[in-house]
């Protein structure tokens, strides 16, 4: 019954029925006060679900990292200040929005997947691998790539790319799913689409990075900080992951 229903509806309606049962869960939450998006300043009871519970933000679609790494540069970084290249690869919606309105800073946003867009995304201002990004070294003050590496098969030739592209003294904020529970990142291409997705967390990821993801990066020249500043702020409040680092990668 239930293919049958989706058959019937199809995939528009079924991206509006989606949106409806959103727009209803978000009409629920918002009478409450316990969580608030730092982005957008939203408050609710708790944030949607989005593959887990109390995850997304209705109003401007942020999720946990994307709060993360917005109160990291804007309390802990001078990112909003001054004139600044910045190039932003996959750009996130929540924080696309908000970098748009500061007219001090030359943003760009790159992304090769271009059809992945729906709900958290943007459509990007250039298509562009991260493994081949079409711009001159030393350009960029700041590089912003989360969670792509693991859609990457030469990850290492794409973390390369970014410290070439980074001016010296730049920094990149370069985020994956980190499972700290491994030591060494396992490998999953070449594995069926089911297997991936067990071990890898979406049918889609090439790999699940391990421990040694700092030292991966470092592999490409980065100085890398892992930042657990998320432990300075209340997780709770803001509806961030207790445990995510913050991998801060620095071009000397």
């Known amino acids: 019954m239930k293919t049958f229903l989706k058959n019937i509806v199809g995939p528009s309606g079924r991206k509006k029925l989606r949106a409806l049962q959103a727009s209803a869960r978000a009409t629920v939450y918002g009478l409450g006060n316990n969580v608030e998006c730092p982005i957008c300043g939203s408050t609710y009871s708790q944030f949607l679900p989005f ?63 271009t059809t992945y867009m729906d709900v958290i995304g943007v459509v990007p201002d250039l298509v562009m691998s991260v493994t081949d990004i079409q711009f001159a070294a030393d350009t960029f003050d700041v590089v ?59 049918h889609q990821h090439v790999r699940r990075y391990g421990k040694d993801y700092r030292q991966r990066l470092a592999a490409a020249g980065f100085e890398v900080e892992v930042s657990q500043y998320v432990k300075e702020l209340d997780w709770k409040r803001y509806g961030l992951m207790d445990d995510e680092d913050l991998y801060i990668c620095r071009k000397k």
């Open 51 to 113: 593959n887990r519970p109390n995850a997304l933000c209705y109003t401007c679609k942020s999720l946990e990292r994307h709060r993360l790494v917005y109160l990291y540069l804007k309390n802990r970084t001078d990112f909003f200040e001054g004139t600044k290249e910045i190039l932003h690869f996959a750009p996130e919606k929540c924080l696309h929005d908000v970098i748009r309105t500061f007219p001090n800073l030359h943003y760009q946003t790159a992304d090769l997947m």
């Open 144 to 202: 912003i790539c989360n969670h792509v590496f693991e859609l990457v098969p030469d990850d290492a030739k794409g973390m390369r790319e970014i410290y070439r592209v980074l001016k010296p003294g730049g920094y990149a904020i370069i985020q994956a799913a980190v499972n700290n529970g491994i030591e060494k990142t396992i490998e999953t291409k070449d594995l069926s689409a089911d297997e991936r997705k067990r071990i890898a967390g979406a």
